[in-house]
């Protein structure tokens, strides 16, 4: 019989160090999900604007660009919450 491993035990090589790197880069930077939204969704306006489909890509592009906003409002948050890491300070 093969021996079950645990999630984290599958998880203890490099993909949990990119787990755990993606989770602080999120914790740090509030409006990276709502940037990454935006991006998605502007492709899929773009998509739906080249199979004719204009009013569809109207309203995904007005959703992305309020994602848009919505991130950089909280990335403006997070920089004044976090402060500029590793800028330099002599300035």
Excluded: C, H
Excluded at 14 to 37: C, D, H, I, Q
Excluded at 52 to 70: D, F, M, P
């Amino acid at each position: 019989m093969p021996e079950r491993r645990s999630i984290r035990a599958l998880f203890k090589g490099s993909a949990g160090r990119v787990l755990s790197k993606t989770r602080g880069y999120l914790r740090e930077n509030w409006g990276a999900p709502f940037v990454f939204g935006f991006m998605v969704l502007l492709v899929v306006a773009a998509a739906s604007l080249a199979m004719g489909l204009g009013s569809l890509a109207n309203e995904v592009a007005i959703y992305a660009y309020y994602a848009l906003v919505a991130g950089v409002v909280l990335q403006l948050v997070s920089f004044l919450k976090y402060g500029e890491k590793g800028g330099n300070k002599d300035q």
